[in-house]
């Protein structure tokens, strides 16, 4: 059944909160998405469309916001639910990868055995900035052999051309600012 939401639609429930979580910021904040049973529905409708049940194995969502849509977008795929964490945050063995920050770096991390070599792997976050956390995402699902078919994102800041991290694979977002 295609999607009855819009992107549109979408673009106009993302409340802009300025100068969060520091001056400067606008923060995009997607809790009035989530909120709407039809819209969140609609958005998940919207980051699965290119795959048909049965053809991922792994969605692979972002902490924090990302595992929200990463996880919905997984019993819809019939697919399993991989998290990247923060450092420090997931139990069992784990690999890890820094990444960039405007001030200082971060780490996110990935259990060893969260993906089998060449598993079909969507990579699901909330909003794409610079670009470093699902780069380094990416960075650690390619790691353990998985095959990433496509990045998506609800939001995309385009200004600040996050999509430069991840040139080796499809990329689609919902709104763009
Ligand atoms: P980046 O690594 O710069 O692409 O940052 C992406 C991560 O930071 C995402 O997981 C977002 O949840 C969060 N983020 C960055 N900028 C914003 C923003 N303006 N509004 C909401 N979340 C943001």
């Known amino acids: 059944m295609p999607s009855t939401v819009t992107a549109a639609e979408i673009a106009a429930a993302i409340r802009n909160v300025p100068d969060f979580p520091k001056p400067g910021i606008q923060f995009k904040d997607i809790t009035p998405v989530l909120a709407d049973a039809r819209l969140f529905a609609g958005a998940i409708e919207l980051l699965t469309a290119n795959f048909k ?9 972002i902490d924090a916001r990302g595992f929200i849509f990463a996880a919905a977008a997984a019993t819809k ?40 070599p060449g598993a079909r792997v969507l990579l699901v976050d909330d909003l794409l900035a610079t670009g470093g956390t699902s780069g380094a995402a990416a ?28 040139n080796d694979f499809p990329v689609r977002s919902l709104v763009t600012y």
């Open 77 to 116: 795929l019939k697919a399993g639910f991989v998290p990247v964490r923060k450092k420090g945050k997931l139990p069992f063995t784990t690999i890890e990868q820094d990444y960039a920050l405007e001030y200082g770096h971060a780490t996110v991390a990935l259990h060893t055995d969260a993906i089998k």
């Open 139 to 166: 960075s650690l699902v390619k790691q353990l052999g998985g095959n990433i078919l496509e990045v998506v994102f609800l939001i995309e800041l385009k200004f600040l051309d996050g999509r430069k991290h991840l």
């Open 53 to 61: 049940p049965g053809s991922i194995d792994a969605v692979v969502g």
